[in-house]
């Protein structure tokens, strides 16, 4: 449920509801060592793994609110990375490594927002109402659905 992604190393991470709660899992690709890398009772869903396969972003509501978080690959180190009072949620970590992309309400549209994997301070991409996004395998370009301007109608 909700999103998967692959690890450089060919692992797949998940999440999956699992009696209470819905679980961030890492698995072998022949289906073999499963680890639970996080439990959430809140529903996370979309789970992004960095390019170094460190860190998997996903976006909870376990702390009130859509949010982004972190956690470190072997299931430690969880952390709030985006926050406010809106929703933020659907990371995309650059293929560098230096950026993670997300969808965020902000300024009360939904609009493209980046902040560095280290953390810092956000900053806006798109100035028209986004939908989730992936990065081209070399890096050069985002494709995204991007609604059209006085329109209900979205676009690649």
Sequence with gaps: MSGLDWTPDGEI????????TNDLLKIKSDGTDVRTLTKDPKGPG???????GKFVYFESV?????????VSADGSDLKQFTSGDFANFAPAVSPDGRWVYYLSWRTGSQLLWKMPA???EPIQVTDKPMGRV???????????????????AWQI
């Design 13 to 20: 991470v998940y999440f999956t509801n699992t009696g209470e």
């Design 46 to 52: 979309e789970p992004s793994v960095s390019p170094d």
């Design 62 to 70: 376990r702390s009130g609110l859509l949010h982004v978080w972190r």
């Design 118 to 120: 280290e953390g810092g």
């Design 134 to 152: 992936a990065f081209s395998p070399d890096g050069k370009f985002l494709a995204g659905a991007q609604m059209m301007a006085g329109s209900t």
